[in-house]
């Protein structure tokens, strides 16, 4: 069983960066595939993006292409998401997800989440 747990998220300025954490705990974090999801008030969740266990492959959705990054460290079993230029469709609930075997974005396919974090992007 794997617990993540979100942290970073916070009131920002439209243009401003965030960086978003998972730590990860009760598992062996370098064989999950680790991902970011977001979800606004009144929609569903939403993929953001996803790194594979090793870090070389990443994949995000095209919203966030250009100013989003994920990246991972596995010795601290924390992936992150730096969040640059900031705009107010980006206020949202962000939640971090794992699943074990390859980099996918769909929802439904990832088997652990965390209680995530919230951001909220002023304009």
């Known amino acids: 069983q794997v617990h993540l747990v979100e942290s970073g998220g916070g009131l920002v300025q439209a243009g401003d960066s965030l960086r978003l954490s998972c730590e990860a705990s009760?598992?062996?974090?370098?064989?999950?595939?680790m991902g970011w999801f977001r979800q606004a008030p009144g929609k569903e969740r939403e993929f953001v993006a996803a790194i594979s266990w090793s870090g070389d492959t990443t994949v995000s959705a095209d919203s966030v292409k250009g100013r989003f990054a994920i990246s991972r460290d596995n010795a601290k079993s924390t992936v992150y998401l730096q969040m640059n230029s900031l705009k107010f469709e980006d206020t949202a609930v962000y939640y971090c997800?794992?699943?074990?075997?390859?980099?996918?974005?769909?929802?439904?396919?990832?088997?652990?989440w965390g209680q995530g974090t919230r951001v909220t992007v002023s304009s």
């Open positions: 009760g598992g062996t974090f370098s064989r999950y595939v």
């Open positions: 997800a794992a699943r074990a075997g390859i980099v996918l974005v769909t929802t439904t396919q990832y088997n652990y």
